[in-house]
Nanobody, 124 residues
Framework: QVQLQESGGGSVQAGGSLRLSCTAS???????MGWFRQAPGKEREGVAR???????DYANSVKGRFTISEDNDRYTLYLQMNDVKPEDTAMYYC???????????????????RGQGTQVTVSS
């Protein structure tokens, strides 16, 4: 059974950078992995996703600012956040889809496992 643990969140000023990490433990085929966020009173938003088949997708709100990547062993997932904005403030969660036919599209994000989340707060 796979478990996910996020780290790297914190407080940052607008225009700054943060790098989130997600470490996977336990064995399972994770065909798609990604990040989503949720701010108080708002719906969950898919942020970025990466597929074992090589595809990557981003939400329009973060394109050009955030980059998703993973280690070659695929046990650590990253989200590099540059030029952050106050509207990026949210709890960020790492997720994994164990289905071989998972979609890389963030607007159709579905997952089997997620982490506990790490808070990102951006001040203006």
């Amino acid at each position: 059974q796979v478990q996910l643990q996020e780290s790297g969140g914190g407080s940052v000023q607008a225009g700054g950078s943060l790098r989130l990490s997600c470490t996977a433990s336990g064995y399972a085929d994770r065909y798609c992995m990604g990040w989503f966020r949720q701010a108080p009173g708002k719906e969950r938003e898919g942020v970025a996703r990466i597929s074992r088949r090589g595809g990557i997708d981003y939400a329009n709100s973060v394109k050009g600012r955030f980059t998703i990547s993973e280690d070659n062993d695929r046990y650590t997932l990253y989200l590099q956040m540059n030029d952050v904005k106050p509207e990026d403030t949210a709890m960020y969660y790492c997720e994994a889809d164990l289905q071989p036919l998972c979609t890389v599209r963030v607007d159709r994000q579905a997952y089997n496992v997620r982490g506990q989340g790490t808070q990102v707060t951006v001040s203006s």
